[in-house]
């Protein structure tokens, strides 16, 4: 099975900052991936797909690039409401797989 | 909209069997997979396997094979997730999410709120 890793695990940053978060994958998957966002005590909602297609209904501030083995999900400026839970997953394959998800908290 | 709606929370002795429910609507309910993913307390998220609601056909994570078992009632537009010989492990969220109609598989575009399962003596 494809293993995602992502990192940082966590990360403390401001309002207004740039983020970036990556996840990289044991073996290539071309761009099969998929962002998702979590905040406590609420499922899981899609942002990106497909490595970098926005999912509809997703602020622009949210982008994702990357193909292989290494992909990236950037925030341009962040704002109160994503301090959350964010997770890569493998798509097209099976078993589906799910990173180790990177908490973004308010320095 | 789209909505999946889930049974409620369950506590179980270790051994025994649950059965969670998630009530579709909004959509067609035979036009897309439903998958389920559960997250333990403090954890990420684990595939556990899809249900395709028009032909009823399965796949599961090798992890829960002969331990899972999804349904579906298109009755009701309602998929079902059972899991038996449960133990204190199993205990976490079980999500269902529909899966989006894309030129890649495995999407989740909505996902149900979430059903408690707490396996405990």
């Known amino acids: 099975d494809i293993q995602l890793t992502q990192s940082p695990s966590f990360l403390s940053a401001s309002v207004g900052d740039r983020v970036t978060i990556t996840c990289r994958a044991s073996?290539?998957?071309?761009?099969?991936l998929a962002w998702y966002q979590q905040k406590p005590g609420k499922a899981p909602n899609l942002l990106i797909y497909?490595?970098?297609t926005l999912q509809s209904g997703v602020p622009s501030r949210f982008s994702g690039s990357g193909s292989g083995t290494e992909f990236t999900l950037t925030i341009s400026s962040l704002q109160p409401e994503d301090f959350a839970v964010y997770y890569c997953?493998?798509?097209?394959?099976?078993?589906?797989?799910f990173g180790g998800g990177t908490k973004v908290e308010i320095k | 909209q789209v909505q999946l709606v889930q049974s409620g929370a369950e506590v179980k002795k270790p051994g025994a069997s649950v059965k969670v429910s998630c009530k579709a609507s909004?959509?067609?309910?035979?036009?897309?997979?439903i998958h389920w993913v559960r997250q333990a307390p403090g954890q990420g998220l684990e595939w556990m396997g899809w249900v395709n609601p028009h032909s009823g056909d399965t796949n599961y994570a090798q992890k829960f094979q002969g331990r899972v078992t999804m349904t579906r009632d298109t009755s009701i537009s309602t998929a079902h997730m059972e899991l038996r010989r449960l133990r204190s492990d199993d205990t976490a969220i079980y999500y269902c999410?529909?899966?989006?109609?894309?030129?890649?598989?495995?999407?989740?575009?909505?996902w149900g709120r979430g059903t408690l399962v707490t396996v405990s003596s």
């Open positions: 073996q290539g998957t071309g761009t099969d």
């Open positions: 999410a529909r899966e989006v109609v894309t030129s890649v598989t495995g999407v989740f575009d909505s």
């Open positions: 997953q493998r798509l097209n394959s099976y078993p589906l797989t």
């Open positions: 497909a490595a970098s």
């Open positions: 909004g959509y067609s309910f035979t036009g897309n997979y």
